[in-house]
């Protein structure tokens, strides 16, 4: 996607302006440099994400740098549930995107985080080796049910029930009655995705958005749909640069940000 | 241990790193003990998945400790004793598994004992046996990454040891497997037994590689650490008190076994 | 002639080329300094370094020659080291049998026979001990008896006495010569302790820098030093006589008075650095002190070796300062003084 500079600026300070005009202040500012009534924001913003959300963060994350010199932006991409106990635990951070509401309600119940907003929801793909081992076969027409796609015998990676993923796969394999058909329950998606690579286990449920790129064949399946998580956001209640967080999450409801979601194979909330 | 200097003052410059080591050793530790929700011990020690995954922590650790044992001393016997050209590469070669990070470890264990690997895809067309996702799978992967201290640990010890005996062996009419058996087994058997502990706890502790090359599945492939840390996931109390368990099992497994070690040492 | 050996050894900076041959029943001594390459030679000899040239052939059979290597444990053969290296994990009874075992001797067979030589070196009854439990001097009879246990046609001794005390060398040097004089194989002594080749060998090989400098009877070594370092080492004046408590009374006529205990048929042995030569005779403490005339002397670097005639044959060193303010000279009449401390005595 390429969009045009000029574009680009115009879309960001009219962002830029509306989160201005709210509630607070803009934080850690130095001064008036971009003139007008553009708010400099500076300083480190520090954003907590599920993994799954790297590379749209990532260019998120550079759009804001760019348009605020003084401002750095700061990641930590990981297990939702990794993030949410590192939270509680009392880790220092601006914002955090969860990849589904149940870690968000940890960190909420700790009295860190007020309302979240949804942003995105990710649906499960049935993914299998490039040589597909197992001769998975998608029916000719419509959406197939992961039962269709599911041989007896076949060699199944999902995630563990205690991480989002897992928790979305318990769900669609009790739609279809399979719950007894996973092989290896992982501590995370990319632990799925490592075995699907490697091609040592015939499929894996993994994430759309982690076979967007097509270098991982992938089924869709009708009960994804019914089981899909759905990616919160929020800024946390003790932001040290509260007014960067404002205007991250800001962006990433924008349009802009709705359409880089998109791009990378999310869905709406 | 040594009676001679029993109640000789420490030096100062000694003493004081030495206590703030301990401490850093044991504090950790002492905040997992006070964090712990005593109340929810029973419930916890009672669910049936956790027994299960202690049982094969348990089980899978000590048969990667046999392996390395049966591997590990005839590896640190030609480290310390053949004059081989290669030694050198090869002793950084066998201690690789202790940089290397497990997970990356468990890839390549992968790429070699998967079914889609060098010697995994020869073993599952020929006899039709797939190893990861199996207990067998969690008790290689523990090997790989324990052995190393097991090796090293034995070869100090066959270093330290005096080599004269084996002469004295030789020219008593032992041939070098003979002498190996009788004499030089028995002279660094505490090294071996220092290295056995060392290698069983990394494999009870061992993780990485265990969950990348064996998966985890509740039973089969599921170790202690396993569960520890997707307890952690969701339940941290939980996951305390599946530490603490491992703790408390581990601890008094060694605490035996020194006792019961140390009892022939003094007999000796 | 039972054992023959040429051996040529280069190891770092020692070169190595030695011919010894040992008869059924001789005891040869290889005596020389640090570094020689006498252990190199035993090591040779019991097939636990592989020579580069030459060869070994012990009772006709070859257990070295070119390209053939017998590996040490077929070799038949006892050797003793510095320390008595006894298995520590082992009894003392299961170390003295460990070579009968490992050449298939049944069990109840070998802890007889190691019962029984346990008995010949004195350490009946501690068989069960473990050696640590030893003193210095037991635990390096158990490695004589583990040794000979075996009845080997060659028995190594490989400095076997220097590890312990003075008190306890002397015990266990009169009882090895007691078990040598008994043993019907080869011996090779290894030591640079002139009194154990004395007291010990039928013969002397003397050894400097990998290379033979002198060969034979430990008396002609002492009488016709050949180098300087043979005259100091082996220069020694040695006294058959008969103990008779703490005084020897010397074959040939005269007394020495000695440290130790000493009955029946004994040799005084005296350093000729422990003989102090005066012009008039010397005042007070316990000394031997005797007459004697300077019959020759000859310059050794920096010291000269003095033949003293007289009632008791000497020799003694004096430094090339010494002699000349002495004006000592050939026939000069001097007394002659040893401290009974410096008298090392032991059995004949």
């Given at each position: 996607?390429?969009?045009?500079?000029?574009?680009?600026?115009?879309?960001?300070?009219?962002?830029?302006?509306?989160?201005?005009?709210?509630?607070?202040?803009?934080?850690?500012?130095?001064?008036?440099?971009?003139?007008?009534?553009?708010?400099?924001?500076?300083?480190?913003?520090?954003?907590?994400?599920?993994?799954?959300?790297?590379?749209?963060?990532?260019?998120?994350?550079?759009?804001?740098?760019?348009?605020?010199?003084?401002?750095?932006?700061?990641?930590?991409?990981?297990?939702?549930?990794?993030?949410?106990?590192?939270?509680?635990?009392?880790?220092?951070?601006?914002?955090?995107?969860?990849?589904?509401?149940?870690?968000?309600?940890?960190?909420?119940?700790?009295?860190?985080?007020?309302?979240?907003?949804?942003?995105?929801?990710?649906?499960?793909?049935?993914?299998?080796?490039?040589?597909?081992?197992?001769?998975?076969?998608?029916p000719p027409s419509g959406i197939p049910s992961l039962g269709e796609l599911l041989p007896e015998d076949l060699t199944l990676a999902v995630c563990a029930p205690e991480v989002p993923c897992g928790a979305a796969a318990q769900e669609v394999l009790e739609q279809v009655g399979r719950t007894d058909a996973p092989d290896t329950y992982e501590e995370d998606v990319r632990g799925v995705l490592t075995k699907v690579q490697l091609g040592e286990v015939d499929a894996g449920l993994v994430y759309r958005t982690d076979v967007m790129s097509g270098e991982i064949p992938a089924f869709a399946f009708a009960e994804s749909e019914a089981a899909q998580n759905r990616y919160p956001v929020a800024v946390l209640d003790d932001a040290p640069n509260a007014a960067a967080a404002r205007a991250f999450t800001d962006l990433l409801l924008s349009e802009e940000g709705r359409r880089a979601l998109t791009d990378a194979g999310f869905f709406e909330p | 241990m040594s009676r001679s200097r029993e109640g000789a003052p420490v030096p100062a410059p000694l003493l004081v790193p030495a206590a703030i080591g301990v401490l850093f050793l044991t504090l950790p530790l002492l905040g997992l003990l006070v964090r712990t929700p005593w109340s929810q011990l029973g419930a916890q020690l009672t669910a049936p998945g956790v027994g299960q995954a202690l049982r094969l922590s348990l089980v899978s650790a000590t048969l990667a400790t046999g392996l390395s044992l049966l591997l590990g001393v005839p590896l640190a016997w030609v480290l310390a004793r053949s004059r081989a050209r290669g030694r050198t590469v090869l002793r950084a070669l066998v201690t690789v598994p202790l940089v290397l990070p497990p997970v990356v470890g468990g890839v390549a264990l992968f790429l070699v004992l998967g079914r889609q690997g060098v010697v995994g895809s020869w073993l599952d067309d020929a006899f039709g046996i797939t190893i990861p996702?199996?207990?067998?799978?969690?008790?290689?992967?523990?090997?790989?990454?324990?052995?190393?201290?097991?090796?090293?640990?034995?070869?100090?010890?066959?270093?330290?040891?005096?080599?004269?005996?084996?002469?004295?062996?030789?020219?008593?009419?032992?041939?070098?497997w003979t002498t190996f058996r009788s004499v030089t087994l028995p002279l660094v058997a505490p090294g071996i037994a220092a290295g056995a502990v060392l290698c069983w706890a990394r494999a009870l502790g061992e993780f990485g590689a265990t969950i990348t090359f064996a998966g985890n599945f509740p039973g089969t492939t599921q170790t202690m650490p396993l569960a520890v840390y997707l307890a952690l996931q969701r339940d941290p109390d939980a996951a305390i008190v599946l530490s603490v368990l491992l703790l408390g099992v581990s601890l008094a497994t060694l605490l035996l076994l020194r006792d019961r070690w140390l009892g022939r040492a003094g007999a000796a | 002639m039972s054992l023959h050996a040429s051996v040529a050894v280069r190891r770092g900076t020692l070169d190595l080329r030695l011919d010894v041959e040992v008869a059924d029943g001789e005891v040869l001594a290889v005596l020389g300094p640090n570094g020689a390459g006498k252990s190199t030679l035993l090591r040779v000899l019991a097939g636990l370094l592989p020579p580069d040239g030459g060869g070994v052939v012990v009772d006709g059979a070859t257990w070295d020659c070119d390209g053939v290597h017998?590996?040490?444990?077929?070799?038949?053969?006892?050797?003793?080291?510095?320390?008595?290296?006894?298995?520590?994990?082992?009894?003392?009874?299961?170390?003295?049998?460990?070579?009968?075992?490992?050449?298939?001797?049944?069990?109840?067979?070998?802890?007889?026979?190691?019962?029984?030589?346990?008995?010949?070196?004195?350490?009946?009854?501690?068989?069960?001990?473990?050696?640590?439990?030893?003193?210095?001097?037991?635990?390096?009879?158990?490695?004589?008896?583990?040794?000979?246990?075996?009845?080997?046609?060659?028995?190594?001794?490989?400095?076997?006495?220097?590890?312990?005390?003075?008190?306890?060398?002397?015990?266990?040097?009169?009882?090895?010569?007691?078990?040598?004089?008994?043993?019907?194989?080869?011996?090779?002594?290894?030591?640079?302790?002139?009194?154990?080749?004395?007291?010990?060998?039928?013969?002397?090989?003397?050894?400097?820098?990998?290379?033979?400098?002198?060969?034979?009877?430990?008396?002609?070594?002492?009488?016709?030093?050949?180098?300087?370092?043979?005259?100091?080492?082996?220069?020694?004046?040695?006294?058959?006589?008969?103990?008779?408590?703490?005084?020897?009374?010397?074959?040939?006529?005269?007394?020495?008075?000695?440290?130790?205990?000493?009955?029946?048929?004994?040799?005084?042995?005296?350093?000729?650095?422990?003989?102090?030569?005066?012009?008039?005779?010397?005042?007070?403490?316990?000394?031997?002190?005797?007459?004697?005339?300077?019959?020759?002397?000859?310059?050794?670097?920096?010291?000269?070796?003095?033949?003293?005639?007289?009632e008791v044959p000497l020799v003694a060193d004096v430094t090339a300062t010494a002699f000349a303010e002495l004006g000592l000279t050939v026939g000069a009449q001097v007394w002659a003084a040893v401290k009974a401390s410096e008298v090392a005595v032991y059995a004949r």
């Open positions: 996607m390429r969009v045009p500079p000029a574009f680009l600026l115009a879309s960001l300070l009219t962002l830029s302006a509306c989160g201005s005009a709210g509630d607070a202040p803009p934080g850690g500012s130095e001064g008036d440099r971009g003139g007008g009534t553009l708010p400099t924001l500076s300083g480190t913003l520090t954003v907590f994400a599920a993994a799954s959300l790297t590379d749209v963060f990532t260019d998120l994350g550079e759009q804001l740098e760019a348009q605020h010199p003084d401002l750095e932006v700061q990641f930590n991409f990981a297990g939702s549930s990794a993030l949410a106990g590192q939270l509680t635990q009392g880790a220092p951070a601006d914002v955090f995107a969860a990849a589904d509401e149940a870690q968000m309600a940890r960190v909420a119940e700790a009295g860190l985080a007020g309302d979240a907003e949804l942003f995105a929801s990710n649906r499960l793909m049935l993914a299998f080796p490039a040589d597909n081992p197992a001769g998975l076969r998608k | 996702f199996t207990t067998t799978a969690v008790v290689i992967a523990e090997t790989f990454v324990a052995m190393p201290f097991l090796v090293i640990s034995v070869e100090g010890a066959l270093r330290a040891a005096d080599a004269r005996f084996e002469d004295v062996a030789a020219t008593l009419g032992a041939g070098r | 017998l590996a040490a444990h077929r070799r038949s053969l006892g050797m003793v080291f510095q320390d008595a290296l006894l298995f520590p994990h082992l009894s003392v009874a299961d170390n003295v049998g460990f070579g009968l075992r490992t050449r298939g001797t049944a069990k109840a067979a070998a802890r007889a026979a190691a019962a029984a030589w346990l008995a010949r070196v004195g350490l009946e009854g501690m068989g069960a001990r473990r050696p640590g439990e030893l003193s210095g001097g037991q635990a390096q009879r158990a490695a004589l008896a583990r040794a000979l246990v075996g009845e080997p046609a060659l028995l190594l001794l490989d400095e076997p006495l220097s590890a312990l005390d003075a008190r306890t060398r002397l015990a266990v040097r009169a009882e090895l010569r007691r078990h040598l004089a008994d043993f019907r194989g080869s011996t090779v002594l290894v030591t640079h302790d002139p009194v154990d080749a004395m007291a010990l060998a039928d013969r002397v090989v003397v050894v400097e820098d990998g290379r033979l400098v002198q060969e034979g009877t430990p008396e002609e070594i002492a009488r016709r030093p050949r180098t300087d370092y043979v005259a100091r080492l082996v220069g020694l004046s040695l006294l058959p006589g008969t103990g008779e408590g703490r005084t020897v009374r010397v074959d040939g006529g005269g007394v020495v008075a000695v440290a130790e205990e000493a009955v029946g048929a004994v040799f005084a042995a005296v350093r000729p650095e422990s003989v102090a030569l005066y012009l008039s005779r010397p005042e007070g403490s316990p000394r031997n002190v005797w007459r004697a005339t300077v019959a020759g002397a000859t310059p050794h670097g920096g010291t000269v070796r003095c033949d003293l005639a007289g």
